[in-house]
């Protein structure tokens, strides 16, 4: 699906988990009592962030941050951004000063794990729905525990259409059953 | 024992007969065999030897029973006048088509029996000793149905030849009642069989009001028919010369 | 139970208990007299011929029953067999919304209940078919496709829609069979005891939305891809020549687990949970959803609901 590769390690999971508690022991966020308890209610998955890129911030940190819109050409190259308006840029949902993190329209930071909050401020529509298990796929129990699925599972952030994908085999026609 | 003799006797004229009636009685049973054998195929391959697949799940042989429980249905049509007002020259005719009625009702049965995908199973249908969905189902009529009405059939045809065969006058007393019920059993099992299909939501073609009439009315051609190309067979070949 | 037995039998059940007896008896007789028809035949062979239907075996029986198939199974298709018969639970009534707007046709459920039910390979059995129908003609099943086969989909100008069974509240299925082999559990779920079907096929005519499937040879499933884990009702291998149909595939979800096809589907189009529980998904897409069941002019009150998610 043109996204496969997009894989993360078991130990990358224990960083950005790490990480997150480390940013809610420092109140980073203000909203962060509300965030713990969406934690608990949305069980997702690690993030889709392709191996050895995080955290960011190992290569972010010593570089300059340069604003200006332009082609990746160094890194990231495979990053074809086709979200939204043309006018979308990087530091429209990443932010400048912490690559690990994400941050909101208002200004909140929010983690990887948390990026449906981001997602949801333009599809707020589908946040609902998926909050409830109607948008995206669950697995798990039906009366029990519910698996969920980040925004970014399934949709790329940068391109979030999903591609075509092959049908399997149509069934045999009654005249083909021998 | 007189019953014994009955059946004795019965067997010794069906074994009776000329060159035409053996190779006949041997193309019969050329046919039954080849029957046998292909039943054998599906009951060893499965009902997937019939070519019938999911989407068209009945074929011929519902269609076959379909028709031959109007041949037997139409059996009445010629035993009302014959036994109620007790018209005389009518009743050697009845004679034959109630044994007509019962050879058809065995025919549609073994039709559906071959159906079935799982025959050894059968004796579910049985109330009882297995499980007959009664009155749910209009299967669980059309089965209550065609094996009353040919067991009544082989009761009074029998009994009929029977008397024929000791030389006596019938009891009266003993038939009109059970060709009484037969009446609405004969009609029963054409409607019957017309609602099998015609109670089915799914099937939008066969919702029609007039599938029961019409399905009885077609009983009432198709069966005489048969009873009357029959009766021309059997004037040629078994009258006594000056009357052919 | 317990408390019926302390009271006084009414009349009624005094009645009844007498037909039981006069039931038993007469099939006792006519088993005996079976027997030594069948007394050459292997036991395992007799037994199944003898067996009872499901509703009428005590729970002793059913255990027994469940035991001889498992081996049954085991001696043909290899492997530690487990026939389970976990009943309905208490106030759960399964029902299913299927996301129209989302679906892709990519049949990933298709096979995947494939392979959770142990349907046939050879021929090929599914319980799901999906139909390719064109947007401008909206829900037409006239004009639908059930063998589309492009390199990838979805399709331009097209929309896809798998059926299965609906899990009628008013099963046509269950009210012809003649001999009661399929019925509804009281979680909803309408089942076939493959043991009792005869194979007559009238509930195939009955079922307005193709959902069930008839044996018409021995099923096929190569050794290493049957699924050891099943139940009575659900997805134990099938016999040649019954009808079988998608039971939301009762061994997962009477443990808990989502059905097989709702695991699998790569854009989260299909969602299940219990209509009584105003928490569950269903519930949601009924309440918030433009919802619509498949044929609802004929009355058969599917618990399966199509919705659009947009």
């Known amino acids: 699906m043109g996204f496969g590769k997009i894989r993360v390690g078991r130990s990358v999971a224990a960083i950005v988990a790490v990480l997150a508690i480390a940013l809610l022991a420092l109140g980073a966020s203000a909203g962060a009592g509300d965030d713990s308890s969406t934690e608990t209610e949305f069980p997702v998955p690690p993030p889709p962030i392709t191996e050895g890129y995080y955290p960011c911030s190992v290569c972010h940190a010593e570089m300059e941050t340069n604003m200006e819109r332009r082609e990746l050409v160094d890194e990231h190259e495979s990053i074809k951004l086709n979200h939204g308006p043309r006018s979308r840029w990087c530091f429209d949902c990443h932010t400048p000063e912490n690559r690990d993190v994400l941050h909101l329209a208002s200004g909140e930071v929010v983690t990887f794990e948390e990026s449906y909050l981001l997602c949801g401020q333009c599809h707020g529509d589908k946040l609902r729905d998926w909050k409830v298990g109607v948008h995206g796929k669950r697995t798990g129990e039906w009366n029990g525990k519910k698996q969920y699925l980040l925004c970014a599972n399934c949709h790329n952030p940068h391109s979030p259409h999903f591609a075509p994908i092959e049908p399997l085999p149509p069934p045999p026609r009654p005249r083909d059953i021998r | ?244 | 139970m317990k408390e019926q037995a302390l009271t006084i039998p009414t009349e009624k059940e005094r009645r009844r208990n007498r037909a039981l007896t006069r039931r038993r008896f007469l099939r006792s007789t006519v088993v005996a007299a079976a027997g030594g028809v069948l007394a050459s035949c292997s036991p395992s062979v007799r037994e199944s011929f003898f067996q009872q239907h499901l509703k009428e075996l005590t729970e002793e029986d059913k255990k027994r029953t469940y035991a001889r198939l498992a081996e049954e199974y085991g001696n043909r298709y290899g492997g530690k067999f487990t026939v389970g018969g976990e009943p309905a639970k208490e106030g759960v009534l399964f029902a299913y919304a299927l996301d129209l707007s989302r679906c892709v046709g990519c049949r990933r459920c298709v096979y995947a209940c494939v392979k959770e039910n142990n349907q046939s390979r050879d021929p090929a059995i599914h319980w799901i078919t999906v139909l390719q129908m064109e947007k401008e003609k909206g829900v037409d099943l006239s004009h639908a496709d059930a063998y589309y086969n492009p390199k990838a989909v979805p399709e331009d100008g097209h929309f896809y829609m798998p059926v299965q069974c609906q899990q009628c509240r008013r099963p046509q299925c269950v009210e012809v069979c003649p001999v009661g082999a399929t019925w509804q559990e009281p979680d909803g779920i309408v089942v076939v005891d493959y043991n009792w079907c005869i194979g007559c096929r009238y509930c195939m005519a009955a079922c307005p939305y193709g959902a069930r499937h008839f044996n018409w040879s021995r099923p096929e499933i190569p050794n290493e891809q049957i699924n050891h884990d099943t139940h009575y009702l659900g997805n134990r291998p099938r016999y040649k020549g019954v009808v079988e149909k998608c039971t939301f595939c009762i061994q997962r979800v009477r443990k808990g687990k989502y059905p097989a096809c709702v695991e699998i589907c790569p854009v989260g189009a299909r969602k299940f949970g219990n209509l009584l529980d105003p928490e569950s998904e269903v519930r949601y897409v009924i309440e918030n959803k433009r919802v619509f069941i498949l044929k609802e002019e004929i009355n058969t009150q599917p618990k399966f609901y199509y919705f659009y998610g947009v």
């Open chain 2, 1 to 244: 024992m007189l019953y014994w003799r009955f059946f004795l006797g019965s067997v010794r004229i069906w074994l009776k007969g000329g060159k035409g009636y053996y190779s006949w009685l041997a193309f019969l049973g050329a046919c039954i065999l080849i029957g046998v054998l292909g039943y054998i195929e599906q009951l060893h391959g499965g009902l997937i030897r019939t070519h019938m697949r999911d989407p068209v799940s009945w074929g011929f042989y519902i269609g076959n029973f379909t028709f031959l429980v109007g041949v037997a249905a139409a059996a009445v049509v010629l035993v009302i006048p014959a036994y109620i007002y007790n018209w005389k020259p009518i009743k050697e005719i009845a004679i034959i088509g109630e044994l007509l009625a019962v050879s058809a009702v065995v025919m549609c049965l073994l039709f559906v029996a071959a159906d079935l995908g799982r025959p050894d199973r059968a004796w579910h249908l049985i109330p009882i000793i297995g499980h007959l969905n009664f009155p749910s189902s209009l299967l669980a009529w059309d089965v209550l149905v065609l094996n009353g009405y040919g067991a009544l059939n082989f009761v009074i045809v029998t009994y009929m030849i029977y008397t024929a065969f000791v030389r006596k006058e019938y009891s009266k007393s003993f038939v009109t009642p059970l060709i009484l019920i037969s009446i609405p059993f004969a009609v029963s099992i054409h409607t019957v069989t017309a609602f099998v299909y015609n109670g089915l939501p799914a099937r939008p073609f066969w919702n029609s009001a007039i599938l029961a009439p019409r399905f009885l009315t077609s009983a009432f051609c198709s069966g005489p028919a048969i009873i009357l190309v029959l009766l021309q067979l059997l004037k040629k070949l078994h009258a006594p010369r000056d009357q052919r």
